[in-house]
């Protein structure tokens, strides 16, 4: 090794000075990022700028040249980036309080004027971060809570992207998408009151269900009286005499013999039933 | 080996390049060190170096360094048995010369350079992976299963993902509850599943700087949206729930693709729908109320049961009856009476009256005290009664 060494020291030395040229003239741009060459304090060139159209593997990126030492690189995302709104509390046009998160999507269309006037891209979330908030609040300011809820605040979705898009061209990022992540009613009266109708909504619904079942109950009663009493008539009906009798003598049967306590009975001789001892003896 | 003291003992006070270092000295002992004769000058370049470890000199001779640290803590330190004076070290391991007397050291490195670079360049995937190749950074192709064949390392790197196996994103994590706005105003709380899988690994890796954020927030959005379309019952009672399901599927690709994520959604499962902590007692009392409204309903069936049965048997017993009435109505008619006249009579106490005679004042009271001694009395007086007549 020493020999190697002795005896080609300066070759290795110059491979070295080569080789720590080669790398610092070269920058490696990944498929995800987009590299602002700035030369002396001024943007000159992008490396892989995103285009929608172009193909992945055609875009640019892998190795490129650059000057050594005189050329800095400053690498911005090219992916889609996202802007997360602190929830804030908006009121609707009914003077109805909602408690929103939503969320904007964006991606860097133009590096240089986002390097220029931004900076990096956490200075650009930090800039469009209450643009979207003031955004926000007017838009939907300007409806009323139900319309909110429904499916049509998607209005009111594309109407912020644009606003907020208008503006973050400024930084050179493209707003692709705003959302409303959850629409809350806020902690306390609101949501205390929301939850008291809800209990109201349904203590009403136990008294109507516990009243029908009543209802229900009380007719079939009746239906099977009436029924029963259809049944009596129709086989009773036949002869209400001899009904008549025949009830009585269940009648007297159920009352003398079942009933309770004791019974005395005082006949008279004229009574039908001792009728046969007054025959007889005459 | 240009310095006073190895670079392995710690200061590196040495007057050596750094090229000198760990590389040169990694192969410097096993090249160098058999080769000397056991009682030569140990070192080719730098002839007379008589004691090894320990050399007292000025200049501490580069071989005597190797030796020392060889001694303490090298790893082929027991290899000097052979080379040095009597080293104790134990059984050694001496590595054999080849045969034109070259060292080992280039076939080793070579051997370990050649294994990186089939190593990094083969690539085994798997049946429901992909991999992406990239090339100094830049998109080259997509390696689908199997072995695959790209350029070593680094020139080359291949990102390994599983592509077709579908992952799972629980909504919310844990059991936490979320609470939802449903179109008639009312909370519900819902969890579901989100089922995914990558249809696009290009796009997935370089399109969405947090693909899997993205995928929740979209996922949060388009539910609380497709909730907001139904009303609190449908939600809670399931009817609406397959609907919701669908819509927030749709809803979560179309956003997914427009976002260009690469991201197919597989289905999503709703999990719990349920009213909110707070209101669920009054929740339990409407399915309570329904239970009680059950149970009267049940009651009333049965009593309308038993009474249409026993309607049923009071008419049945009299219509046989009354169908022996009509053979011989007079006859039955008078079974009848003297049958119940019989049993009613028999089990009670009678008294029978002249009418004529007594009727006036009847004291029952006295009647009733009176009736245990001559229960049976009166009947003989009341044969003797119509015997007047």
Known sequence: MDVVW???????????????????????????????????????????????????????AGISARIPFLERVQYVDRRVLDLDMERQQVLSSDQQRLQVDAYARFRIIDPVAMVRNAGTEENLRTQLSPILTSVLRQELGRRSFASLLTPERGNAMSNIRTQLDRQARQYGAQVIDVRIKRADLPDGTPLQAAFTRMETDREQEAASIRAGGQRDAQIIRATAEANAASTYADAYGKDPDFYDFYRAMQSYRRTFEMGEGESNIILSPDNDYLRQFRNGNQ | MAGKRSPWGGTPEGDGTPSGGEPSSGEGPRSEDPTPPPRGPRNPWLPGGGEGGTGGADRPRRPASIEDIFRNRGPEGPRRRSGGPGGPGGPGFRMPRRANGGSWVPIIVGGVVAALVLATSIHQVGPKEQGIVSTFGKYSHTLNPGLNMTLPWPLQNVEVTDVTSIQSEQMPDGNAEQLILTGDQNLVDLSYLIRWNI???????????????????????????????????????????????????TRMQQILDAYRSGIAVQGVDIGRTEPPERVVEAFKDVSAAQQDADAEINRAEAYSQQLLA????????????YEEYRQAPEVTRRRLYYETME??????NKTIVESNGVTPYLPLPEVNRRNPQPPRQPAPAARTQPGDQ
């Open chain 2, 310 to 321: 026993r309607a049923q048997g009071d008419a049945t017993e009299f219509n046989k009856i």
């Open chain 2, 343 to 348: 049993s009613v009579l028999g089990k009670t």
């Open chain 2, 199 to 249: 249809k696009d690994l290009k796009l997935f890796r370089y399109q969405l700087a947090e693909p899997q954020e993205t995928l929740r927030e979209v996922a949060e959005a388009a539910m609380r949206a497709s909730v907001a379309e139904q009303t609190f019952d449908s939600v809670v009672s399931g009817a609406g729930r397959a609907t919701v399901e669908e819509r927030v599927r």
């Open chain 1, 6 to 60: 002795s005896r080609y020291k300066f070759a290795i030395i110059a491979a070295a000075v080569l080789l720590v040229a080669a790398l610092s003239s070269l920058v490696i741009v990944p498929e995800t990022q987009q590299a602002v060459v700035v030369r002396t304090g001024e943007p000159v060139r992008v490396i892989n700028r995103f285009r929608p159209d172009v193909p992945f593997g055609d875009t640019g």
